[in-house]
Nanobody, 118 residues
Framework: QVQLVESGGGLVQAGGSLRLSCAAS????????TGWFRQAPGKEREFVAA????????YYVDSVKGRFTISRDNAKNTVYLQMNSLKPEDTAVYYC???????????WGQGTQVTVSS
């Protein structure tokens, strides 16, 4: 059983940056793959990024490659999503996830709103 709590969302202008954080508790976070999904208004939830538990491999959806960076600090039980060069189409609720597979879908956070203005 893992609990995930996202933070760091907010309002930013196009071209700006945000860093999302996801704090894990209540389980063995270290050995779970972790990732991020997002859901924009009127759209299906989509996979954004993932990182294996060792931190040795990352994966990104094409639309964020070169702009977003996922990382994790197992000592702090935290996963991050650094988002640069943000675009209005990045506006969504972002969810932190953990699980045994890629993309990880076993555990979900409550979501944090990211709004990018033009």
């Amino acid at each position: 059983q893992v609990q995930l709590v996202e933070s760091g969302g907010g309002l930013v202008q196009a071209g700006g940056s945000l860093r999302l954080s996801c704090a894990a508790s209540g389980g063995t976070f270290r050995n779970y793959n972790t990732g991020w999904f997002r859901q924009a208004p009127g759209k299906e939830r989509e996979f954004v990024a993932a990182i294996v538990w060792t931190g040795s491999f990352t994966y990104y959806v094409d639309s964020v490659k070169g702009r977003f960076t996922i990382s994790r600090d197992n000592a702090k039980n935290t996963v991050y999503l650094q988002m640069n060069s943000l675009k209005p189409e990045d506006t969504a609720v972002y969810y932190c996830t953990a699980g045994s597979r890629i993309p990880p879908r076993d555990y979900w956070g409550q979501g944090t709103q990211v709004t990018v203005s033009s």
